[in-house]
DNA sequence: CGGGTGCTTGAGTTTGCTCAACGGGCGTGG
DNA sequence: CCACGCCCGTTGAGCAAACTCAAGCACCCG
């Protein structure tokens, strides 16, 4: 599924990165939050305040029915856990956007993203080895999480490149020679 | 109590205002949620990844050490339901201003920080009625808040001012006659 | 071959930042 | 009591980072 929907049942994300999308009246539009496997995706007791989820990538979806999922989670303590937990997860990972929106300079944003994305991708950070990996967003896209315009991530982008933090092989595809001058751009702890 | 701290216990927010801050190496700093009175303060299972909690207003808490709430927690699952809610609040919230913070004008940001204090303060905001209130920040909050200088908030903050959308009594005392204009310059909903 | 999409690059503009000066309120100490 | 320093906020002038607008390239698909 390509789709682009409110939200209206319970999924679990099997493959692939949804992103969740908020929209001025004027067409300015904000990514506030990357789901990939295998998070939960859906709105707990509320209709999702103006968001929409929209796969970036090809996603493999396991969905159930709103009602049930509500049922389910009012007779098992541990269900609602586990959904507690990812919700805290969430709020952090928002928040250290927020720092970086709010606070960071263009260039710091997109090494920021391409960091999270090498470090989300390939948990096991290996401390000196390369790492290489796919960017699950258009040029567009990252834009639209980081605030930016798309001419402003592709000049970051390049200036990165030329400086030999990354290399760019296909427009999709990023090397990472060493992922610690990445972090030191993007000034994570 | 005035103080900065490491969350490490719970509090229960009586009355006041806390904010929530994350910082930089280099001092830039990033205000990511603001917590009123019923609030609950504290993170649940885990230590907040590089938050400090501050008041803004003089504030009265009602603590409770960590280990005894975790307990509760997990006995009584009704508790957990409600900081589950909360945090799915929280979380809202948090993406709302990612919006905010990604996309919108420092004049928007302004005017949407303004409306947010002003609903907050005073719930049932009444269509046509003046409304009044204290503003619980410095202008080096809200610029923290809103991710841009001090300078730049005390300038749109007199622009506003001159534009008759609000007036100014006492740096910290505001009036808005008219909610919708702020709304409106809020680019909200 | 033509059109569409996604990305890059350049030139000029604008928004918000930096730096600096200034003013009011307030507490402290002479 | 006044003088002083400090904190908080405002205002102005100049600058820089990011945006806008425009052109152009590569790729894909009909």
Redesign the pocket.
């Known amino acids: 599924m390509s789709d682009s929907e409110n939200v209206s049942s319970y999924n679990n994300i099997l493959s692939g990165v949804v992103k969740l999308t908020k929209m001025l009246p004027d067409g300015r539009q904000q990514i506030v939050g990357l789901q990939f496997a295998p998070d939960f995706l859906g709105r707990p007791f509320r209709a999702s305040s103006q968001t929409t989820a929209e796969a970036t990538t090809d996603v493999k979806l396991c969905s159930f029915p709103r009602s049930i999922v509500d049922k389910m989670i009012r007779e098992t303590p541990e269900l609602e856990h586990k959904l507690h937990e990812q919700a805290l997860a969430e709020l952090d990972e928002a928040r250290e956007w927020m720092l970086t929106l709010g606070r960071?300079?263009?260039?710091?944003?997109v090494a920021n993203f391409l960091y999270m994305i090498a470090t989300h991708v390939e948990p096991g950070a290996g401390e000196d080895e390369e790492l290489t990996f796919d960017?699950p967003l258009?040029?567009?896209?990252i834009?639209d999480f980081l605030?930016?315009?798309?001419?402003?991530?592709?000049?970051q982008?390049?200036k990165l490149r030329k400086d030999g933090v990354i290399q760019?092989v296909n427009?999709?595809h990023i090397t990472v020679p060493d992922i610690e001058r990445l972090a030191w751009r993007a000034q994570v702890d």
């Open positions: 960071k300079t263009a260039a710091e944003k960017l258009t040029r567009a896209d834009a605030g930016l315009t798309i001419e402003t991530v592709s000049r982008l390049t760019i427009n999709r």
